[in-house]
């Protein structure tokens, strides 16, 4: 027995499907369309903002990335949401996720968290001398989990960004003026003066040695074997440890040119003859 096809029955079905789920898809291709529109103007409005703002370029990308990403996580929400598809739940899941992720790895994100700060704040750049966590080196590069340091006899160290940002950082290269300490010790019995007024000569031969701060020379301790002079010229931060090496070498010539004597530590030993009796 053939079956009659209702041409009418299939089309009035068709109309109410239509009717019922074609709004739905034409307003959630619009959401979805406009949305990754807007997305990615959030992102290009990031990286020109991070920009002018002088970010590092690794930030940069990596966070206008993230900017990204969550604008298009909430445009499939709403769009789950036109088509009546509970969003509560799913956005629960994706809490509860998030905060598994987040617990696993802690220690990750803490790296990361400081990661940014460096970027952000930037208390040191790359080529800068610092000390970190106990290690002088130069900075070779700040990652977004790490940052690299070139010990001054170019060995690689990696120190985790927590560790970095959460210690004290000290920046031989921010300042372009440093201060040089010296300890120069003569004898007892040379004439402090003439001492003096060596040391100041040596100080003012040198190019590399500023007036302004002016230099400090003074008495500053009386040793167990040396009258100890304090010696503070202040130069350029390039020139540091070559003033550094250079002075400690001519003030020792200096001063013994001038007759005064670097004295070395020494102990007096006196013998006392105790009598004894005969038993």
């Not at 927590?162 to 950082?169: D, F, H, L, P, R």
């Not at 074997?225 to 350029?236: G, I, L, Y």
Request: contains cysteine; charged residues 15%; glycine residues 8%.
């Amino acid at each position: 027995m053939e079956q009659s096809f209702d041409i009418a029955a299939v089309m009035e079905s068709v109309s109410t499907v239509l009717s019922a789920w074609g709004l739905k898809v034409i307003g959630a291709l619009a959401v979805l369309v406009l949305g990754r529109m807007a997305a990615g103007w959030a992102r290009r409005a990031t990286v020109r903002a991070m920009e002018r703002s002088g970010v590092d370029a690794t930030l940069v990308g990596f966070l206008s990335g993230l900017v990204y990403a969550l604008l298009l996580t909430f445009v499939v929400i709403a769009v789950l949401g036109l088509f009546g598809i509970p969003t509560a739940s799913f956005i629960a899941v994706l809490g509860a996720a998030g905060l598994a992720v987040g617990l696993a790895l802690q220690g990750t994100l803490s790296n990361f968290a400081a990661g940014v700060m460096l970027l952000v704040f930037r208390p040191f750049k790359v080529g800068d001398a610092v000390e970190v966590e106990g290690t002088v080196g130069k900075v070779h590069g700040v990652g977004i989990f790490s940052t690299l340091l070139n010990t001054m006899d170019n060995v690689r160290v990696v120190v985790p960004n927590s560790a970095v940002y959460g210690s004290k950082i000290k920046n031989y290269s921010t300042n372009p003026v440093r201060r040089v300490d010296l300890t120069v010790g003569v004898s007892y019995q040379d004439d402090l003066q003439v001492a003096a007024a060596t040391i100041a000569r040596v100080l003012a031969s040198d190019q590399r040695v500023l007036s302004d701060p002016e230099a400090t020379v003074a008495v500053i301790s009386l040793g167990d074997s040396s009258v100890d002079f304090v010696v503070r010229p202040w130069c350029a931060t390039s020139d540091y440890w070559p003033l550094y090496f250079d002075l400690t070498r001519r003030l020792k010539e200096e001063l013994e040119g001038a007759g005064c004597s670097i004295p070395y530590p020494q102990r007096d030993v006196h013998l006392f003859e105790v009598a004894t009796s005969d038993d």
